[in-house]
């Protein structure tokens, strides 16, 4: 299957045969949060996996946008992973000691909700990070075994979201 690439030049995108999995790497930069959600918009559109798209598209956005106004990171990169009735994203940053908070904002603050969504919306998700391959998973229902582990020098902030008979 192929995906359009999104910014010629600065942006790739790799579908793999033997899983369903995408990848898709940009430039920590303010258009960041947008591709990512095009990118995952578009590989869930294509599976026909409409149900979870807005989900997802907001909790990437969330993670990207971390990574772009916290870190000094100089690319991002989104996999997206297809599993039967669930879906995987993870965004991998090369800012492990930047690890996302879990804030408890002023309800007039207009920052601080981001990994509150996390706990409300995914069916799971979590913080992996290398440090001795230090993982970390804030939900039941955890179900990949090893991964995601990110690589030497880099952090991960993943989620799962499922439905029908999964959910």
């Known amino acids: 299957m192929t995906i359009a690439v999104l910014d010629a030049g600065d942006v790739t995108v790799e579908p793999s045969d033997a899983v369903r999995e995408y990848r898709l790497c940009v430039p920590s930069a303010v258009e960041a949060p947008r591709l990512a959600r ?19 598209k907001l909790l990437v956005s969330e993670a990207v946008t971390n990574v772009y106004r916290h870190t000094a990171t100089p690319r991002i990169l989104v996999r997206t992973v297809l599993l039967d009735a669930r879906v995987v994203v993870a965004v991998v940053d090369t800012a492990p ?40 998973a804030h939900a039941p229902g955890a179900s990949f075994g090893e991964w995601p582990v990110p690589g030497p020098g880099e952090k991960c902030v993943w989620f799962e979201l499922r439905w029908g008979l999964a959910a």
């Open 38 to 56: 095009n990118h995952v918009a578009e590989v869930l559109g294509k599976q026909g996996w409409e149900e979870v798209a807005e989900t997802a």
């Open 97 to 136: 000691e930047a690890l996302p908070v879990w804030r408890h904002p002023d309800p007039e603050t207009e920052h601080g909700r981001g990994m509150a969504l996390f706990g409300l919306l995914a069916h799971a998700w979590g913080i992996s990070w290398h440090a001795a391959a230090h993982t970390s």
